[in-house]
């Protein structure tokens, strides 16, 4: 199917543990975001890739690690889980390239991850 | 660093009612977005703001933006229930290649 693609779904994990959070998109778009959204805050960009092998620090980038291999995959490890890290996360894409643009983000339908 | 306000963060209001949605920001820019979210789910695109003066609309939506204020507005027409949901606008800087995000409207329509 087309579109951005998001997985697991939801996930439950422990203190200290590693996780990764998978995102694939199948329009080739050359942009990809990581965010996560917490009451109060908004979305928070957490990582953003602008091709493969080129990623970028967002917002909220600290206890994250991204990469991006291939132009339609862009995985999100959290490398030692903290509570704070609870949160619904959303992946991201977009062609934005030449301006100007009128294409929005497109977003995955989220990964909740509590952390126990 | 970059400020995206949006106000009111809750907004309850009556059937038939208008109202408008505020969103200021701090940077210089040309493209804006307002997005929708329903609880539970993704957020969907409503609007593509890109040029001062830029005016859309759809049903009982419209988006406007002001760039040298600065400031993009959602106006709300003749409210239906349907229209309850949390409504963001986001930014991209002019020289940037973030979507910076609002914290986010959230709407209840009363019957």
């Known amino acids: 199917d087309a579109g951005i693609t998001q997985s697991p779904r939801y996930k439950i994990t422990e203190t200290g543990r590693q996780v990764t959070l998978m995102c694939h998109q199948t329009w080739s778009h050359s942009y990809m975001f990581w965010y996560r959204q917490d009451l109060g805050h908004g979305l928070r960009l957490i990582y953003y890739s602008a091709a493969a092998d080129i990623t970028d620090k967002g917002e909220v980038p600290d206890g994250y690690v991204v990469s991006r291999s291939k132009t339609e995959n862009f995985p999100l490890t959290l490398e030692s889980a903290t509570r704070s890290q609870t949160s619904v996360y959303f992946c991201?894409?977009?062609?934005?390239?030449?301006?100007?643009?009128?294409?929005?983000?497109?977003f995955g339908q989220g990964t909740r991850l509590t952390v126990v | 660093e970059l400020k995206v306000e949006q106000n009111p963060l809750f907004l309850s209001m009556q059937e038939g009612k208008n109202y408008t949605i505020y969103c200021n920001y701090s940077t210089t820019s040309d493209r804006l977005y307002w997005y929708r979210q329903d609880p539970g789910k993704s957020l969907e695109s409503l609007f593509v703001l890109l040029s001062n003066g830029a005016v859309k609309q759809e049903g009982r939506l419209m988006a406007s933006l002001d760039t040298k204020a600065r400031l993009s507005t959602l106006h709300i027409t003749a409210a239906v229930h349907d229209l309850s949901a949390t409504y963001f606008c986001a930014v991209v800087p002019l020289f940037g290649n973030q979507f910076y995000f609002g914290t986010g409207t959230s709407l209840t329509v009363i019957p």
């Open positions: 991201a894409s977009s062609p934005l390239t030449v301006r100007p643009s009128n294409t929005e983000a497109f």
